[in-house]
């Protein structure tokens, strides 16, 4: 989808038309210079606490975040895999965070950042969707900071549509007068959509 003017950047595709080894080693640090920047070297904050990411355990040389944001079966040391569609969105997830409350209509039919919460545990979480390119950041709260806690694309109608029901429910939560009944809200899943890329 083309967006003039919008806030969302351009797809970070993997430039090779030839898949090796150490084609996607370049893509990778490349990738990991833009994680440094994101979520390191400049901080981030949402409703007042800084968000923060898992910087250990180590996996592989790569702190376990990084990992977790362009890899499908990231426990997996000896035989990671790269998820692509994850891999070329890293740079969006600072960006649905900052932008959640954009109205610009940059392009037809762009809804914006769909955002919701839901408990968990004894806290909560806040889920950040954008419809339209099917990608889904999801923050924790803690008691002095928020945890990235993942970050996909949903590849499958059936994943987004759980997401949008999720959405709704909120939405519906949010409608009803003071004293009313308010429909339960759906816990958390925490799952992720894998993209089967091998590397």
Known sequence: MTRNNCWLPELNEFPQTSF???????YE??????????????????????VQVRKSPIID??????????????ENVQNREPDFRRCERLHWIRKFIENYQCK????????????????YKSTKRFH???EEERFLVVLE??????????AFYLEYDHSLQKQL????????????????????TP??????????IGL
């Open 20 to 26: 090796t080894v150490a084609s996607y080693k370049e």
């Open 29 to 50: 640090a490349s990738l990991y210079c833009t994680y440094k920047k994101d979520f390191w070297s400049n901080d981030l904050f949402f409703q007042g606490l800084k």
């Open 61 to 74: 040389g790569y702190e376990e975040s990084f990992v977790h944001f362009t890899c499908k079966n990231y």
């Open 104 to 119: 610009a209509r940059c392009v037809e039919k762009c809804d914006g950042i769909k955002y919701w919460e839901e408990p």
């Open 128 to 130: 950040f969707l954008f």
């Open 141 to 150: 709260k803690r008691e002095y900071y928020c945890l990235l806690i993942t």
């Open 165 to 184: 029901k999720h959405y709704r429910m909120y939405k519906k939560a949010e409608d009803v007068p003071f004293g009313g009944t308010s429909p339960e």
């Open 187 to 196: 816990s958390t899943t925490g799952r992720r959509d894998n993209v089967n």
